[in-house]
């Protein structure tokens, strides 16, 4: 998933919503607001990929099995934050953001949260 430019929009599939990192929805305006829609996974570091992880700092470059994990723990974060928004009734969110916090040595938190709200087109 490629990162997001503030205005850009992203959406799964034709049948998800609308997921934009801007206040606003191009040609739709906002007539309900429902409220914060979050998505939060905590991935672990393995033992065996922190040891390949390891090997691989010492001649530097990407760590490709940290690529990975981080790439898994965004999307899965991002589809639970859709899960909740259409659960409240949203068809789109708004303001949308993602962070990370890590846990102790060995875990990694990424939550995704934006601002579920029900949008039409414009006429």
């Known amino acids: ?5 503030p205005g850009e929009t992203l959406s799964f599939t034709s049948t998800d919503i609308i997921i934009t990192t801007s206040n606003d929805v ?16 905590v991935r672990s570091r393995g ?3 922190n040891l390949l992880a390891s090997l691989r700092s010492l001649v530097g470059g990407e760590i490709k099995e940290y690529t990975e994990m981080s790439e898994q723990a965004r999307i899965q974060a ?15 969110v708004i303001a949308f953001r993602l962070d990370s916090n890590e846990i102790g040595e060995t875990m ?7 601002t579920a709200v029900v949008v039409e087109p414009t006429a």
């Open 1 to 5: 998933m490629p990162s997001l430019l």
């Open 26 to 41: 191009p040609g739709h305006r906002v007539v309900k607001v429902l409220g914060v829609a979050l998505g939060i996974t």
């Open 108 to 114: 990694d938190e990424i939550i995704a949260y934006g």
């Open 78 to 92: 991002i589809q639970r934050m859709v899960e909740h928004a259409k659960s409240m009734g949203a068809n789109a």
């Open 47 to 49: 033992l065996g990929g």
